[in-house]
């Protein structure tokens, strides 16, 4: 079975802070990395997709290394609407007809104090 | 504001009846999924339609059965479930065929509860 593994968490950190979330994946053959945010009782959310070369989008930044499987996405300067779960998802490639269906961590719990 | 639309929002059923989840899109994906999800729990794929076939199946027990009748409807009838089947249910859609690209947006969910 294809896993992804994350550290539940709970983070909390002050305003302000910057945290850092780290993610496993099993199958080497994985194609496509992607860090989602699910608020309670809401609908996960794309975050950002993860490149190989690393990208950042504002305060988030996300690094990929293949060689070691290792995703991670580091959140500057957090705010209070930071608080929620962020999944660790990944692509195991196309399957047949185009879909892609994505394999989810069970997530990093984050808090914001004030 | 997601751009898949799912009906209804909460749902309570009784282990003999029949009910249908309803899931929409307006954006030209020509693919799209059923998910669960318990509470604190990561979204578990069930079902993958691609181009309106079903490509998909994660072994889920048969009281569970999807339907696509055209490339922005999927459904996913229920009948006889079991308390153990309380859960959100996500829909979501993918373009298909990007390839590394592929990313998922999702409904809002139903919150099921079978009684």
Redesign the interface.
Same mark, same amino acid.
């Given at each position: 079975r294809k896993e992804v593994e994350q550290d539940p968490g709970p983070f909390n950190v002050p305003e302000g802070a910057t945290v850092a979330f780290n993610c496993t994946y099993s199958n080497s053959a994985s194609?496509?990395f /992607?860090w989602y945010r699910q608020d309670c $009782?809401?609908?996960?959310?794309?975050l950002m997709?993860v490149y190989s070369s690393g990208n950042e989008d504002g305060r988030f930044t996300a690094q990929l290394n293949r060689a070691s499987q290792y995703i991670s996405l580091l959140i500057r300067d957090s705010k209070l609407s930071d608080s929620a779960t962020y =999944?660790c998802v990944v692509?195991d490639g196309? $399957?047949?007809?185009?879909?892609?269906?994505?394999?989810?961590?069970? #997530?990093t719990r984050l808090s914001v104090i004030a | 504001d997601?751009e898949v639309t799912q009906t209804p929002k909460h749902l309570v059923m009784g282990m003999t009846n029949k009910k249908s989840l309803k899931c929409e899109q307006h954006m030209g994906h020509?693919?799209m999924?059923w998910y669960k999800q318990k509470a604190k729990?990561?979204?578990? =794929?069930m079902f993958?339609? @691609?181009?309106e076939?079903l490509?998909?199946n994660e072994s889920v027990p048969s009281r569970f059965s999807p339907e696509c009748p055209n490339s922005s409807l999927l459904n996913l009838h229920l009948h006889a479930l079991q308390p153990e089947d309380s859960a959100?249910y996500?829909c979501a859609s993918?373009q298909?065929?990007? #390839? !590394?690209?592929?990313? !998922?947006? /999702?409904? @809002?969910?139903t919150?099921l509860s079978v009684l």
């Amino acid at each position: 079975r294809k896993e992804v593994e994350q550290d539940p968490g709970p983070f909390n950190v002050p305003e302000g802070a910057t945290v850092a979330f780290n993610c496993t994946y099993s199958n080497s053959a994985s194609q496509s990395f /992607f860090w989602y945010r699910q608020d309670c $009782r809401k609908e996960p959310k794309l975050l950002m997709s993860v490149y190989s070369s690393g990208n950042e989008d504002g305060r988030f930044t996300a690094q990929l290394n293949r060689a070691s499987q290792y995703i991670s996405l580091l959140i500057r300067d957090s705010k209070l609407s930071d608080s929620a779960t962020y =999944l660790c998802v990944v692509n195991d490639g196309p $399957r047949s007809g185009g879909a892609t269906p994505l394999v989810f961590g069970k #997530g990093t719990r984050l808090s914001v104090i004030a | 504001d997601t751009e898949v639309t799912q009906t209804p929002k909460h749902l309570v059923m009784g282990m003999t009846n029949k009910k249908s989840l309803k899931c929409e899109q307006h954006m030209g994906h020509r693919a799209m999924y059923w998910y669960k999800q318990k509470a604190k729990k990561p979204p578990e =794929l069930m079902f993958v339609y @691609s181009y309106e076939k079903l490509s998909i199946n994660e072994s889920v027990p048969s009281r569970f059965s999807p339907e696509c009748p055209n490339s922005s409807l999927l459904n996913l009838h229920l009948h006889a479930l079991q308390p153990e089947d309380s859960a959100l249910y996500l829909c979501a859609s993918s373009q298909a065929g990007q #390839g !590394l690209n592929e990313k !998922l947006f /999702f409904g @809002s969910g139903t919150q099921l509860s079978v009684l």
